[in-house]
């Protein structure tokens, strides 16, 4: 996970440890990260709702691929709305590589995600 702008606001740390999470292809570190009744949605997938929806629902991904690597553009926020931008690199499990453009809201509760949206057309992988 890179970040490659300087950004002022309070959640750069929770992006960092989430697209750290999510590189590294570990989906328990992605559940400590989140509320226990998490709302997630994944592109067109149908969103899930609950920790264990969530972690195994990146588990199931995780297994499709070979490796990622997310480079973060802009880290926003208003309130407890957290957005970011930038492009997610894929490396297939026949190691052919894509790279593809992502947005992601975050909405949180206690300094937790509670509300994981990302937006990211997968189907070209």
Partial sequence: MQ???????????????LYSAVDNLDAEAIGR??????????GNF?????????????NAFFGTI??????????GSEGQTVYCTGSVHYTR???????LPFATRLKLEGGQIADYRVYV????L
């Fill in 66 to 75: 070979s490796a990622m690597r997310h480079t973060i553009d802009d880290i």
């Fill in 46 to 58: 149908d969103e899930l709702r609950g920790k264990p929806a969530l972690i195994d629902a990146n």
């Fill in 93 to 99: 499990q026949d190691d052919s590589e894509l790279t």
């Fill in 3 to 17: 970040i490659t702008s300087f950004t002022d606001t309070p959640h750069r740390d929770l992006v960092a440890a």
């Fill in 33 to 42: 990260l989140v509320t226990r009744d998490v709302r997630f949605r994944l």
């Fill in 121 to 124: 057309d997968v189907s070209p």
